[in-house]
């Protein structure tokens, strides 16, 4: 994925309990480097989330259908 910097399209996932970690101890640089990217398509809306970070396998997800 490429584009501006900061990425609208980017987002960064962490489990509750990960944020609360992080937060007491205010450490946000830990915070972002532990965080799994995920990218939102505008194209097709698919979310791509790379659990094992950039250098792992990403999955796709898609929106389902009413």
């Not at 698919?46 to 997800?61: C, L, Q, T």
Request: net charge negative.
């Amino acid at each position: 994925m490429s584009g501006a910097i900061p990425n609208p399209l980017e987002w960064h996932l962490t489990s509750d309990q990960e944020l609360g970690d992080f937060w007491e101890s205010e450490d946000f640089a830990g915070l972002q480097q532990a965080a799994r990217p995920a990218f939102l398509c505008p194209a097709c809306g698919r979310i791509w989330v790379y659990w094992e970070g950039y250098e792992g396998e990403r999955v796709s997800y898609v929106r389902e259908s009413d």
